[in-house]
Every structure is written in structure tokens, then in C-alpha cells.
């Protein structure tokens, strides 16, 4: 079959940022497509197989349309860009970009950068609860935290308030020096950086220092009904079923609530019941309360991690299989042992 080439022109402020340094992204395409493209005078031609070259063309305009829009080409975007040209779902990058929630104190904005993401956002807004599981650099919580921060400074909450269980993370750290907010401090740093970037500094020091941001162990929720507020609890995996029910509980009138977690990243003693899988089958089904599952797919922290997640994740279902062929055999031999 003979090779088929299309022409495509693009402006060229765009040419620069859609290649990458060294024309990286050009030549991931053509790795993953199978197709040559190559710069004649301004246009660009690509040949290969047709159908993998009109795929190849839909995510250079795809690429084309955020450029115009002003958005960073990254190496990210490029990568999700060829994954939805494989599956042809034409559009979808431009929609997401589309969406932006609210802009960092560098005038960065934040948008969710993949159809997992964009689903989040979109049950955030739809629902009053919403679960939002997944693995680590999904953007769960920095997602959950924009949202926070938009309806604050839109007035649609009063305050804002952030928590997450005070638990080690697989290691024993004996007693931490200083007062009471030292020592729960390094627990809660993930949610204070992300506050730093999208807030800024001086205006987090002024909203908290007037109790409109609350950060704080998921202890201090206790006995308290949380009236117009946004709450986010992060690593919500690593909750009992008593103090989950014991958070969910304190949801009062005009709030609305995001519950981060990743059941891989459980720091629980052995034997311990999670609160978020006892939450999860427990609150299926209610209204206005959603369930978000992000996946390996969704990570947007560098390629190497997305690749780690994957690798555990193939990991641990081969374990589980494992496991699981391991029980059918022992059941197996207790029946021949029990059988007259």
C-alpha cells in the first residue's frame, strides 16, 4: 500500500511551541502514529499509513487550537493529545483547556487536563459531596483546592476549610518538638503548598489569621457543625469508619464537601478498616453525593510517575491473582480433606 501525505499549515508563532525543544513532541508523534512529518517551507507535510496520518493531523490542530488560546504546550498535554487521537476523541483537549477554574498568584491558570479530571471538576460543581479516589499526581487535591479557592473569592462560601488525618506514613516519628501547630504542621504541609500557589502567601497568612481558612487536623472536626464552608479532607484513606462518619456528619447548610483518598496509600495499622471503603459502599446511590475514580491516565505530574503508577498497579493485580488462585487451591484440598 502506498504512503499517503497530507498538508497541513500552521501559523508560525505556533510552530515552536507545537515541536518542542528540539522537536521532541514532533518526534513522539511520529513514534506513535508511525507517520513522517516534516516542515516544508512553513507547512507541514505528513505521510504514512491514512488513517494514522488523519490521526496524526486531528492532534497537531488539537495542539494548534490550545497554542492559539494562549496555554503552554507541555510535554503532558502532548502525550494526553496522542492518547485521545489513538482512541479518536476529537475535541476533547480543547474542552478541557476550555474550562479554566481560577488562576495561581502567578497568573498561571488551572484547568483539568484530562477527561478524568474534567469529570471531577464537573461532579464538584454538580454535587454537594463528592469522592474523588485515585493514585498519587492525579490532581485530586490541588483540583479540589481551585475549586475551594474560585467559590471563596466568588462568595459562594464563607470560609474554607481543609483537613486530613494526622497519621505516619509507614514510619515512626516519635515525638516532633514545639507547640500543638508545630507538631501537626508537617502532616498537613501538602495542603499549606498548595494554598501557597494557586492563593498566595500574604493573602493565605491574612484569611487565616481572620479564621476565614482553616487548616487543621481531622480531630479538631469533632463536635462541630461546618456551616457555609468548603470542606476538603485529603488522604482520606487513611480515616477509621468512626471518624469518617464522624466528618461527614458535620456537614451544616450552604457547605459542600470533597473527599480525597487513594486506597494504594494506606498507612493504617494491619487489620485496621479504611472509613473511605466503608463510605464507599455505604453512600452509593444517595443523591448529590458522586464518586470520581481517577486512573493512571489522569496522572499529570511528570511521564516517569504515570509509568510508576501503571507498573504497581499491574504489579498488584498480579498479586491479587496470585492471592486469589492461592485460595481457590486451599479451599480446594479442605473439600478433599472433608469429603468422606
Do not use: W
Not at 63 to 70: N, W
Not at 118 to 129: E, G, P, Q, S, T
Not at 288 to 294: E, G, K, P, R
Amino acid at each position: 500500500m502506498s504512503d499517503f501525505t497530507i498538508k497541513l499549515d500552521i501559523p508560525t508563532e505556533h510552530m515552536q511551541k507545537i515541536f518542542g525543544m528540539q522537536d521532541a513532541y514532533v518526534k513522539k508523534l511520529e513514534r506513535d502514529f508511525d507517520v513522517a512529518v516534516i516542515d516544508r517551507n512553513g507547512s507541514i507535510m505528513i505521510t504514512g499509513r491514512e488513517e494514522m496520518v488523519r490521526k496524526a493531523e486531528n492532534v497537531l490542530k488539537e495542539l494548534v487550537l490550545l497554542s492559539s488560546r494562549g496555554s503552554d504546550i507541555e510535554e503532558q498535554s502532548v502525550d494526553y493529545a496522542i492518547t485521545l487521537g489513538m482512541e479518536e476523541k476529537e475535541g476533547a483537549l480543547a474542552q478541557m483547556d476550555a474550562d479554566c477554574i481560577c488562576h495561581t498568584v502567578n497568573g498561571k491558570p488551572v484547568k483539568p487536563k484530562t477527561l478524568g479530571q474534567k469529570a471531577y471538576v464537573d461532579a464538584i460543581r454538580d454535587n454537594m459531596l463528592v469522592f474523588g479516589l485515585g493514585p498519587a499526581g492525579t490532581g485530586k487535591t490541588y483540583l479540589a483546592m481551585a475549586m475551594a479557592i474560585s467559590a471563596f473569592k466568588n462568595d459562594e462560601v464563607g470560609r474554607i476549610i481543609l483537613t486530613r488525618p494526622a497519621i505516619e506514613a509507614g514510619e515512626k516519628l516519635g515525638f516532633l518538638p514545639g507547640d500543638l501547630q508545630s507538631k501537626v504542621d508537617p502532616y498537613l504541609r501538602p495542603l499549606y503548598d498548595a494554598l501557597y500557589q494557586i492563593m498566595g502567601a500574604e493573602s493565605f497568612a491574612k484569611n487565616m489569621e481572620k479564621g476565614l481558612i482553616e487548616v487543621a487536623p481531622l480531630a479538631y472536626m469533632r463536635g462541630r457543625t461546618l456551616d457555609n464552608a468548603y470542606i476538603i479532607l485529603d488522604e482520606a484513606q487513611n480515616t477509621t469508619p468512626a471518624q469518617m462518619k464522624m466528618f461527614l456528619t458535620r456537614i451544616g447548610f450552604g457547605s459542600k464537601v470533597v473527599v480525597t483518598g487513594d486506597n494504594s496509600q494506606k498507612d493504617l495499622p494491619a487489620g485496621t478498616k479504611s472509613g473511605l471503603d466503608i463510605a464507599a459502599k455505604v453512600l452509593k446511590g444517595i443523591d448529590d453525593i458522586a464518586f470520581c475514580t481517577l486512573t493512571s491516565k489522569d496522572v499529570v505530574r511528570h511521564p516517569l510517575v504515570q509509568k510508576i503508577v501503571q507498573a504497581y498497579e499491574t504489579y498488584e493485580a498480579r498479586e491479587e491473582r496470585g492471592r486469589q488462585r492461592e485460595r481457590e487451591r486451599t479451599g480446594l484440598r479442605e473439600r478433599r480433606v472433608r469429603k468422606p
